[in-house]
């Protein structure tokens, strides 16, 4: 980027998010894309209490009853392992986490950027390196991390069946798109 088009984004990866959404013809440099990438890989999981699937609610999971609200990080690797059957039971949430910091520092993640609801997010999209034993029976071939700008939370991670089959909005900016074999 040159000074610019790098100017107003303070150097923060958040902003930066904010900028390219806000402004699509700046153009992020693979040194910018590699701060939003590093910066989302050291982002902590949303802290919020939120709702548990109904079909979840009662059953045991990590050792407890499963209630109608959760912590985001309960709720969501609950839905994943026990819903959705993405990673295996007995994953631990450290597990997890770590699951995702590898999916968003990975040499071929893809990242878009969007606007939903009035929040900026940042999708990260990269070819799945859960260990097998710890996949489950309807594991991804891709891990999806999607991130906010605005909370500097990551929201929810998630595997799909390919890098297209996400979340992400079709009026999303790539800023790095998928690898060819996607």
Do not use: C
């Amino acid at each position: 980027m040159s000074d610019e088009e790098d100017r107003g984004t303070g150097g923060h990866p958040d902003a930066l998010i904010r900028e390219l959404i806000a402004f699509p013809g700046r153009i992020a440099t693979a040194e910018k894309v590699g701060q939003i990438l590093d910066h989302i890989a050291q982002a902590p999981f949303n802290t919020r209490i939120t709702d548990v699937p109904a079909e979840l609610v009662g059953l045991e999971f990590l050792g407890e009853e499963l209630r109608t609200r959760e912590d985001s990080l309960m709720a969501h690797m609950a839905a994943r392992v026990l819903r959705d059957k993405q990673w295996r039971e007995g994953s631990m949430k450290e597990d997890f986490l770590s699951d995702v910091k590898r999916a968003v520092l990975h040499p071929d993640v893809a990242l878009a950027v969007y606007e939903t609801r009035r929040t900026n997010f940042a999708g990260a999209v990269a070819p799945n390196t859960v260990p097998l034993g710890r996949r489950g029976s309807d594991s991804g071939d891709y891990i999806v991390v999607l991130y906010s700008a605005d909370r500097g939370r990551i929201i929810t991670a998630y595997q799909a069946e390919d890098a297209y089959s996400t979340r992400i909005p079709e009026r999303a900016r790539w800023i790095r798109l998928p690898s060819k074999s996607s």
